[in-house]
C-alpha cells in the first residue's frame, strides 16, 4: 500500500480536540502556566502526552492556543466593547465583562491573562510574555477607540485616551484580582458601579 493512501486511512483521533482544548484552558485558568503540570493537563483533557504532543505540540504551543480560545470564548466581551458606539458604553461592557468572567467558573475565580503568570520562572518566561503582551495589547485597542471617541467629540474636552485606558483596563484587571481574593459577582458589581458613578457623561 503506498504511503499516501496509508495516511488517508490511518487511525483517527480518539478524542474531540475543540473538548480537549476546552478543558486545557480551564486547568491554565485554575492553576496558571507554571502551575499546571503535564500530568494535569492530559489528566483534564483526558488523553496522553503523546496524544497531546500530536495534536497540541509542547506546553507553550498548548498555552497559545488556549490562550486565543479564551480570547475568543470568555474574553470575547473586550471584542464586542470595543464595537459599542459610545465611549461609555465600552468602558461598562469591559468592566461588566470582567466581572462576569473572572466569577463564572464555578469552582475557581480569576482571570486567565493575570492568573496565568503568576509565580513564572525563568523557564516559563515565554508564557509570562505573552500574557503581558495580550494584556497591552488589550489596552493600545482601548487606547484607539478612546481616540476616535475624542475625534468625535464623545470624550470630554481635554480627555487623553492613552491614560483612560489605562485606568479602564487597571480596574478590570483589578477586578480579577478581588475575584481571585473571594469578593463575588454582586461585589464586584459595586465597584463597577461606583467607576461609572464617576465617568463624565
Request: net charge neutral.
Amino acid at each position: 500500500m503506498s504511503g499516501p493512501r496509508r495516511a488517508a486511512i490511518g487511525r483517527p483521533r480518539g478524542f474531540d480536540v475543540d473538548v480537549a482544548l476546552e478543558r486545557a484552558m480551564l486547568v491554565f485558568w485554575r492553576r496558571g502556566y507554571e502551575g499546571a503540570s503535564l500530568v494535569d493537563l492530559t489528566g483534564a483533557m483526558g488523553i496522553t502526552k503523546t496524544s497531546m504532543y500530536a495534536a497540541f505540540g509542547n506546553k507553550e504551543q498548548l498555552f497559545l492556543k488556549a490562550l486565543r480560545r479564551y480570547a475568543e470564548g470568555p474574553a470575547g466581551y473586550v471584542d464586542a466593547a470595543l464595537a459599542l458606539p459610545a465611549a461609555r458604553a465600552v468602558v461598562e461592557a469591559i468592566l461588566r465583562g470582567a466581572a462576569r468572567t473572572s466569577t463564572s467558573p464555578p469552582d475557581f475565580a480569576g482571570c486567565l491573562t493575570v492568573q496565568g503568570a503568576l509565580a513564572c520562572s525563568d523557564e516559563s518566561r515565554p508564557a509570562y510574555d505573552l500574557l503581558v503582551q495580550w494584556r497591552n495589547d488589550a489596552a493600545d485597542r482601548l487606547e484607539e477607540r478612546f481616540g476616535r471617541a475624542a475625534d468625535e467629540g464623545d470624550l470630554p474636552p481635554g480627555a487623553d485616551p492613552r491614560r483612560l485606558a489605562r485606568y479602564v483596563m487597571t480596574v478590570a484587571f483589578g477586578l480579577s484580582v478581588q475575584a481571585a481574593n473571594g469578593l463575588g459577582r454582586a461585589e464586584l458589581d459595586e465597584v463597577v458601579d461606583e467607576t461609572m458613578r464617576h465617568w463624565q457623561p
